[in-house]
């Protein structure tokens, strides 16, 4: 230690650019290091080295969040060379000594040709981990959990609309385009529009003056053919998504309070 997590942690944030490079719409990959390795009968990977990998878990992470450029996930700070990453479950606990949550891990938790590879006991234990992680991080909970299983069309709330694009259709109409919600939270989504002049939003500091151009639209484009605004000026459009789950957002400023609140509450109504 260090040599051999810090070899592993290249070879890790290696493997995550290639996840990114052969599939690029990988948006999050969660990293785990190993089970407890103190009954190995082998030398693969035996303690204090399974121990040991979760600094290399832990450095590479720190490695993304201190602004690394090898595993930037922001396009709008460069090149985007990794997904964004963060801590699956933490799999290790020492042996038969409890963690705070209760795990252990018994010679019986793993298959007794190597003592490393989890026996039916131990991926039980590994299968639990995993999805109380999934149902419980926040960053995970909202798809994989089906919110209403009642509707196969519906499996979690809307998240915020990416990729919002308008282009020229000729003739004065212009299609406005937008990354489809169906793939994250189901095809029983729909999609409420709205939009404005910029020169009034200036003058409101908000979206008071916003008009609700469409609701309940099953998906992405729509095709916007009302004549354009006055010479000088120019037109904007928010979309958001709802279900049964939940009611989506028109996106956030960033700036508190934030004036597309309004919007998401209800003013003016869409539908």
């Known amino acids: 230690?260090?040599?051999?997590?810090?070899?592993?942690?290249?070879?890790?944030?290696?493997?995550v650019q290639i996840i990114k490079s052969r599939y690029p719409n990988t948006r999050s990959v969660y990293l785990s290091s190993r089970t407890y390795a103190g009954y190995a009968t082998s030398t693969l990977n035996p303690e204090p080295y399974a121990y040991q990998s979760g600094f290399a878990v832990k450095w590479l992470i720190e490695e993304q969040l201190s602004g690394s450029a090898a595993l930037n996930f922001d396009p709008g700070k460069g090149p985007v060379m990794a997904p964004w990453l963060s801590w699956g479950p933490y799999?290790?606990?020492?042996?038969?000594i409890p963690r705070s949550d209760g795990l252990t891990w018994a010679c019986d938790d793993f298959q007794p040709t190597d003592g490393t590879h989890p026996s039916t006991s131990g991926r039980n234990k590994v299968a639990g981990l995993l999805l109380d992680f999934f149902k419980a991080d926040p960053t995970t909970s909202r798809w994989f959990v089906d919110c209403f299983p009642g509707d196969p069309d519906t499996f979690a709330a809307p998240p915020e609309v990416l990729n919002l694009q308008v282009a020229d259709a000729g003739g004065g109409v212009v299609t406005v385009s937008w990354e489809s919600l169906d793939p994250v939270v189901g095809a029983g989504t729909l999609n409420d529009l709205v939009g404005g002049v910029v020169s009034q939003l200036r003058i409101d500091s908000g979206y008071a003056r916003a008009s609700c151009l469409a609701t309940s639209l099953a998906d992405t484009p729509f095709t916007d053919s009302r004549s354009g605004p006055p010479p000088g000026q120019a037109t904007y459009y928010l979309v958001r998504g709802r279900n049964a789950c939940g009611l989506g957002s028109y996106g956030s400023s960033n700036l508190t309070p934030d004036p597309r609140d309004s919007l998401d509450a209800g003013s003016p109504a869409c539908p």
């Open 1 to 15: 230690f260090p040599t051999d997590a810090q070899i592993l942690r290249d070879e890790l944030r290696s493997i």
């Open 91 to 96: 799999l290790w606990a020492d042996g038969l």
